[in-house]
Structure formats: structure tokens, C-alpha cells
């Protein structure tokens, strides 16, 4: 078990739905990530969120919608996803953005599954 | 060329070797270095990282770091059939204001019996 917690697990929706991944920790982190992994790929950054603050977008379509409403969650909505976008979303926390140093910490991750 | 190289493997050692795993990267303004374990189907977990030129020692796990090289290892001591994993090697710089993290492709590790 991690400290970042994913739900759901699993997720299994149309390409018409509209739904939403949620990542939570309560270890006082003020830096926060979404990353995609497709299977026997490296994860790949989606955004970077720090001081509940946007810091990096990495040119993800609009149908990958983030939002993070306070210091310890970060939501990813999703409407409109196509099947490429089958892949385990992975968030991640680090004590803050900014400092080289800082390691990442992953969640479980949500394996999605776009039908 | 890849901002981050590993070999994909699989590497094969027998339990009780030492596997050694290999990392290159292309920017030399990386400072911090970290590998991750991931298991099938699970997420990466953390298990070292480095920051400065040498070794570091944790349990059975030694990172080595030589950035004149700009290569990273991680070295896996009486390897045991739980450590078959992909090993991800990733890399931390100022891009992005020093929170954006590269990784390589992984190397997959088989340790058999």
C-alpha cells in the first residue's frame, strides 16, 4: 500500500462518458502529478500541479481535464476519451516542486479502459 | 538520441548473482537520479536515489553515479527471484522548474532459480 491513494482501481467507460480519477495524500505535499502509462512504457508526464497551482501541461487534449481543489487531492476528469487512451493512470506526490532533490512518491494507479 | 537510455533486457541472473543495471542520460545538467521498481500490472515504487558522484549504499541496493560520464547504475546484490521487476531509471533537472521527471524505458530483471 502507498501513500497516495488512487481510486478507482479499475475504470471501464464509453468513449461518450464522462468521468473522474481521484488521487489523495496526506503527507503535507504541495506538489502533485498525473501521469499516463501505456503497457511496457515508461510513465509519461500529463501535468504538474504546485501550490494547487498548474505548472506544466504537456500539450494533453482537453479531454484530460485537471483539477486539484485543495493541497490534498487532484482529480483528472475525462470526457469524451478515445480507446488510445486505455492505459494505468499513475498520480504521484513530492514534498514540493521545486527542489531537485525531492523524489516522487506513486499511487496504485487506475487502469482505465475505454470501450 | 534519448534523454534517458536503459537496456530494455530482459536481464537474466541466477538468485544469489549480482545484477548490475545501467543507466545513460543525455543532459548534463541532471542533478538527482532515482530507480524505481515496478512489478506487472502495479505502480513504481521508489527504491534509491542519488545525488552526488560515488555510491550509495542501501541494504542489498547500491546506486553508483558519475555524471563526468553522465552514467547511473544501480547494482542488486544476492539477487532473489522477487526482485523480477522492470527497473526504471529516472532523471531530475531544471527543466520545468526542477519538478519534471524523466525516466528511461526500463530494464526488465529475471532472477531464476
Known amino acids: 500500500d502507498t501513500e497516495v491513494t488512487q481510486t478507482p482501481k479499475h475504470l471501464v467507460m464509453g468513449m461518450t462518458n464522462k468521468k473522474s480519477l481521484k488521487c489523495e495524500q496526506h503527507?503535507?505535499?504541495?506538489?502533485m502529478y498525473w501521469y499516463k502509462q501505456k503497457a511496457k512504457k515508461p510513465p509519461e508526464l500529463m501535468f504538474v500541479?504546485?501550490?494547487?497551482?498548474?505548472?506544466i501541461n504537456e500539450s494533453v487534449p482537453s479531454r484530460f481535464s485537471p483539477e486539484c481543489p485543495n493541497s490534498s487531492l487532484l482529480n483528472l476528469h475525462l470526457h469524451a476519451l478515445q480507446p488510445e487512451d486505455s492505459a494505468l493512470y499513475l498520480c504521484?506526490?513530492?514534498?514540493?516542486?521545486?527542489?531537485?532533490?525531492?523524489?516522487?512518491?506513486f499511487g496504485d494507479g487506475t487502469r482505465l479502459s475505454i470501450l | 538520441q534519448k534523454e534517458v537510455e536503459q537496456n530494455s533486457g530482459p536481464l537474466s541472473v541466477p538468485e544469489g548473482a549480482i545484477a548490475s543495471l545501467n543507466c545513460t542520460y543525455s543532459?548534463?545538467?541532471?542533478?538527482?537520479f532515482f530507480w524505481y521498481r515496478q512489478y506487472s500490472g502495479k505502480s513504481p515504487e521508489l527504491i534509491m536515489s542519488?545525488?552526488?558522484?560515488g555510491d550509495k549504499e542501501d541494504g542489498r541496493f547500491t546506486a553508483q553515479l558519475n555524471k563526468a560520464s553522465q552514467y547511473v547504475s544501480l547494482l542488486i546484490r544476492d539477487s532473489q527471484p522477487s526482485d523480477s521487476a522492470t527497473y526504471l531509471c529516472?532523471?531530475?533537472?531544471?527543466?520545468?522548474?526542477?519538478?519534471?521527471?524523466?525516466f528511461g524505458t526500463g530494464t526488465q530483471l529475471k532472477v531464476e532459480l
Open positions: 504521484a506526490s513530492s514534498p514540493t516542486g521545486s527542489t531537485i532533490d525531492q523524489p516522487q512518491h
Open positions: 503527507m503535507g505535499h504541495r506538489a
Open positions: 500541479y504546485s501550490y494547487e497551482k498548474l505548472s
Open positions: 543532459d548534463r545538467g541532471s542533478q538527482s
Open positions: 542519488i545525488y552526488s558522484n
Open positions: 529516472a532523471v531530475k533537472g531544471l527543466t520545468g522548474g526542477g519538478n519534471k521527471l524523466t
